[in-house]
Nanobody
Framework: QVHLVESGGGSVQAGGSLRLSCAVSSYGYYSNNCVGWFRQAPGKEREGVASIDISALSTNHADSVKGRFTISKDKNTVFLQMNSLKPEDTGMYSC???????????????????WGQGAQVTVSS
């Protein structure tokens, strides 16, 4: 059973930066190779923000965050560096891991089966 714990959320003004961390434990490099960040704003569906293949280190970013957000990994922690934040980036951010090996991690929720509790990010204008 993969266990994920997020940290680093908070409140920031537009244009500011935050870094989210996702501590991943009890995972396998092959079967749980995809780790992703998702967000959900009030009244909206959960959407994929970025994902990383922790064995190949390939990454994917949603068009809405390209050039502003960067996903990375260091040992057992996956980070989401968020720069130039906008009010529309507000939401609950969750990290997730796959339960089966994926050849392309992507940003589809259905590719991810283990989820953390989430960290709130609030961006004020």
């Amino acid at each position: 059973q993969v266990h994920l714990v997020e940290s680093g959320g908070g409140s920031v003004q537009a244009g500011g930066s935050l870094r989210l961390s996702c501590a991943v434990s009890s995972y396998g490099y092959y079967s749980n190779n995809c780790v992703g960040w998702f967000r959900q704003a009030p009244g909206k569906e959960r959407e994929g923000v970025a994902s990383i293949d922790i064995s190949a280190l390939s990454t994917n970013h949603a068009d809405s965050v390209k050039g502003r957000f960067t996903i990375s990994k260091d040992k057992n922690t996956v980070f989401l560096q968020m720069n130039s934040l906008k009010p529309e980036d507000t939401g609950m951010y969750s990290c997730a891991a796959s339960s089966q090996h994926q050849y392309f991690c992507g940003l589809e929720r259905t590719n991810f089966d283990y989820w953390g509790q989430g960290a709130q990010v609030t961006v004020s204008s």
